[in-house]
């Protein structure tokens, strides 16, 4: 038995049994002795990380991300380390790259620095099979994940409502008259696979293509006039600001105009000619309720296991 167990059975959060085990005054003495005797029972015996949790302790996160060279990733790691330091929290940054091998080395040496939590930037942490690195490191610390969703014991997760938001692009495309929607598909993720759901249900009846690309604007560019060639479109939905920009670079080359949308709302939007029309997927209110939740976790509550967002639409020239 451990901990989860013990907050499982008795009702209650791993940070009131934490209470309970350090003989906190906050708790009832119904709690208490109820924790207590689901403890007597099982047979468990408390160890180090269940007495210092949630004790306002908190005071070093691990915050990983897995490429520092994209928008999105960059700003929020920015913005989550200020919004820590704000609240008198240090951190330690690890970059570790798309590999699984190599986010399980950097969580796991993450963890035995002693942080007393980890945020994790992005969904590309997310594995289709293996997430026992996840698993194990919630384990010994609470875990928050921005922009990702998976289902684990002490793991936080908040999100965009990135599908709902690209269902209700690409039907307001197709409402004002577009009849062939290309949507350009990048990474494999939990984020990329939701905009690419929105997408498939926005289409409806309407037959949508869908273009897997890398994020480098010279070869999607290229791809996707070679795309227009083989099967013309008539308007764009771009799951990163990045594609929806070397469409437009493409569209330039090949003479047309037709809405062209981004997301993520990056600055490159206003670095475009057209200016790029783009979903933001609200990166600061996400890394502002991610710091809330660990600040919640710190005073012994019991957040939400997922907490979701909405995004908006933010219209500039090309749509």
């Known amino acids: 038995m451990n901990i989860y167990?013990?907050?499982?059975?008795?009702?209650?959060?791993?940070?009131?049994?934490?209470?309970?085990?350090?003989?906190?005054?906050?708790?009832?003495?119904?709690?208490?002795?109820?924790?207590?005797?689901?403890m007597r029972e099982g047979g468990y015996v408390p160890n180090a990380f269940a007495r210092g949790l949630g004790l306002n302790t908190m005071r070093m996160v691990?915050?990983?991300?897995?490429?520092?060279?994209?928008?999105?990733?960059?700003?929020s790691v920015g913005r989550v380390q200020a919004l820590l330091r704000e609240n008198g929290k240090d951190t330690v940054l690890a970059?570790?790259?798309?590999?699984?091998?190599?986010?399980k080395k950097c969580l796991s040496d993450i963890v035995r620095r002693k942080v007393d939590a980890v945020v994790l930037i992005g969904s590309a942490f997310k594995e289709d099979k293996d997430?026992?690195?996840?698993?194990?490191?919630?384990?010994?610390?609470?875990?928050?994940?921005?922009?990702?969703?998976?289902?684990?014991?002490?793991?936080?997760?908040?999100v965009c409502a990135e599908r709902e938001a690209t269902r209700s692009l690409t039907r307001q495309l197709i409402a004002s008259g577009c009849r062939a929607p290309l949507f350009l598909h990048g990474a494999s993720t939990y984020s990329g696979g939701e905009k690419l759901g929105g997408f498939t249900e926005g289409c409806g009846e309407v037959r949508g293509t869908v273009l897997r690309l890398s994020r480098d604007v010279e070869s999607a560019s290229e791809a996707i006039r070679a795309q227009y060639a083989e099967s013309p479109f008539d308007c764009v939905v771009g799951s990163e600001d990045t594609l929806a920009a070397a469409a437009l670079k493409a569209l330039e080359k090949?003479?047309?105009?037709?809405?062209?949308?981004?997301?993520?709302?990056?600055?490159l939007c206003l670095c475009t000619t057209p200016t790029l029309t783009s979903v933001d997927n609200v990166p600061e209110s996400m890394c502002r309720c991610a710091v809330r939740l660990l600040g919640e976790l710190d005073e012994g509550g019991n957040p939400p296991a997922r907490t979701v967002l909405s995004a908006r639409l933010v219209r500039r020239e090309s749509y």
């Not at 499982?8 to 003989?23: D, E, F, Q």
Request: glycine share 6%.
């Open 254 to 267: 090949l003479g047309l105009k037709m809405p062209v949308t981004g997301f993520n709302n990056s600055s």
């Open 5 to 38: 167990d013990v907050a499982k059975l008795a009702g209650v959060s791993i940070a009131t049994v934490s209470r309970v085990i350090n003989n906190s005054p906050s708790v009832s003495e119904k709690t208490a002795e109820r924790v207590k005797e689901v």
């Open 95 to 103: 970059c570790t790259g798309n590999s699984l091998q190599n986010k």
């Open 131 to 158: 997430n026992s690195h996840i698993v194990e490191a919630a384990k010994k610390v609470p875990v928050v994940i921005i922009n990702g969703w998976i289902d684990l014991e002490n793991v936080y997760c908040v």
């Open 62 to 75: 691990g915050v990983l991300c897995t490429d520092l060279s994209d928008p999105f990733y960059a700003a």
